[in-house]
């Protein structure tokens, strides 16, 4: 329901009582749309956007009266390192007899070529003195394929790299005079893609085995209308995602154990099983079966049956720790950290909080008086004062600091307002202390999960775009190509000229995988 403004008055017909009257309704206008305010936030709604005056004029009358103080900047210079295609060179016109040439004076054009280019490859067929018949050979690239490696890498960058869907991409190409259709445009988009597949899971692989952390989260990915989740797994120099049908714990273990499909009974998995209280006369008989490999699932349920291990919960427990004891066995480091949003599939190894995610429980708090809004205040602003001496302890750790941090923590985290929401959220935090403190121990590790949070927004994008996938094909390539491309980006790689590299079979770029391993160890990660 939207308020009606306030009629115009002529001023000649302003008398005080009605000048009266006017601020009385302006302010009762005020305090209404107070009130709608606060109820939409009571309610988890956004209350009115609050828009500032245009500072515009201000600045231009500023900047006139502002003189120019300090050194200009050297102009960078833009066509330096351009590949330049094409010379043309112009004479004027009208020269007077006797003119010399005296260089040139260049002037660069950048542009596109874009339309259809039909290659005709006339393969010479020759008859053998024995009668056999040979006939020439076509390139790699184009071998098997009616449709050249540009145009298979401009539909993969559309689709993948601009969530451009495949009718647009039809008509795009229809348009610029290439005949092809919906059909032959998704064969290409999905169909064949080993070499991007296999590419992608080496990245996984590699960056597991030397990454000190990993940022790792989820969001809802629908696969032949059906829910289900897609995992984030990645950090500054790599990204990986993958789609399944569930979110629990063991299937987070089985996307760390990679391309693996066996159970191992360790050191690391027996550890996991006391840790989650499995029961005494349970573990004594894996105890028994000390370094045991099962090498797929189906050895793994027949001995979990000769075992008697009955129990939903203790099949579980030993479930999660044999993923654990197999992650371990194939190089995975027990020593890495990961970070997450306190989603509890991913409290495993050693695991840190998100202090951004964290703090969300006080936010969401409303004060219902002056008392509980100004303890409200106080309180963020103590987290947020520690939240700055924290990441000043990671650029510089002191042991002295580190103590004087772990004790101003159960300061703040276990006083006693009065709020009892206020005080429930900070005993939260304060159960939680070990995880959010995590950067006192490792230094090295993120205290936020901003990282995974902006790059599965990628996922979401093309979710939103494209809708949820219906064949096996398609969902495994949105996330393999999701996967390179959003580490393409870490690493400073164009995904266009990898996907042209690839496509032709150049080799320009080594497996990204390798890349991953470079920069991380150049930078001492």
Not at 334 to 348: C, L, R
Not at 493 to 508: A, G, M, Q, V, Y
Request: hydrophobic share 30%.
């Amino acid at each position: 329901m939207s308020i009606k403004r306030i009629p115009k008055i002529p001023e000649d017909q302003i008398t005080p009582l009605v000048a009266e009257l006017l601020e009385l309704i302006q302010l009762q206008m005020e305090e209404i749309y107070l009130l709608r305010d606060e109820i939409a936030r009571l309610k988890n709604q956004k209350p009115r956007p609050k828009i500032k005056p245009s500072r515009l004029e201000d600045k231009k009358r500023s900047n006139k009266t502002k003189k120019k103080t300090g050194k200009k900047r050297p102009k960078r210079s833009k066509t330096k390192k351009m590949e330049i295609h094409e010379e043309v060179s112009l004479k004027p016109d009208n020269l007077p007899d006797g003119s010399k040439l005296k260089g040139y004076q260049e002037y660069i054009v950048q542009d596109l070529i874009i339309g259809s280019w039909n290659t005709c490859y006339r393969r010479q067929r020759w008859q053998t003195p024995s009668g056999e018949y040979v006939i020439g050979q076509l390139p790699d690239h184009v071998s098997g394929n009616h449709f050249g490696s540009t145009l298979r890498a401009f539909i993969l960058h559309q689709h993948y790299g601009c969530h451009v869907t495949q009718p647009l991409i039809k008509e795009q190409l229809n348009e610029m005079g290439v005949d092809i259709s919906t059909g032959q445009i998704n064969n290409i988009i999905i169909n064949d893609k080993d070499r991007f597949h296999n590419e992608k899971d080496y990245i996984l692989a590699t960056g597991l085995k030397i990454s000190p952390y990993i940022h790792v989260d989820d969001t809802g990915a629908r696969h032949k209308g059906k829910n289900g989740y897609c995992t984030h797994i990645g950090n500054e120099y790599f990204a990986w995602f993958k789609s399944t049908d569930t979110k629990s714990r063991v299937n987070f273990l089985s996307l760390l154990r990679g391309q693996y499909t066996d159970f191992v009974l360790n050191e690391h998995a027996f550890m996991y099983m006391k840790k989650q209280k499995l029961p005494g006369y349970q573990l004594s008989k894996l105890i028994g079966h000390a370094d045991k490999v099962l090498k797929n699932e189906k050895q793994w349920l027949h001995f979990l049956k000769r075992m008697e291990i009955t129990s939903d919960r203790h099949k579980r427990i030993v479930m999660e720790g044999a993923l654990i004891g197999s992650t371990t066995y194939h190089g995975f480091n027990p020593g890495i950290a990961i970070i997450s949003d306190d989603a509890g599939q991913f409290k495993v190894f050693l695991h840190g909080l998100c202090w951004v995610h964290a703090e969300r429980s006080i936010t969401k708090l409303i004060g219902f008086n002056e008392c509980q809004k100004n303890l409200l205040e106080k309180t963020k602003t103590d987290i947020w004062d520690y939240y700055d001496d924290l990441k000043k302890y990671r650029l510089q750790p002191d042991e002295s600091q580190k103590r004087s941090l772990e004790k101003r923590f159960d300061e703040i985290f276990t006083r006693k307002t009065g709020f009892a929401s206020l005080d429930m959220a900070l005993k939260r935090f304060w159960r939680n202390k070990s995880e959010l403190l995590l950067v006192l121990k490792r230094p090295d590790v993120p205290l936020h999960n901003n990282l995974s949070e902006r790059d599965i927004r990628e996922y979401v994008k093309k979710r939103k775009i494209s809708g949820s996938t219906r064949s096996d094909s398609g969902k495994r390539c949105r996330d393999t190509f999701i996967s390179l491309k959003k580490t393409c980006r870490k690493l400073d790689i164009s995904f266009w000229n990898f996907l042209k590299d690839r496509l032709e079979f150049r080799n320009k770029y080594p497996p990204l995988a390798e890349i991953v391993k470079s920069r991380m160890t150049c930078s001492g990660a």
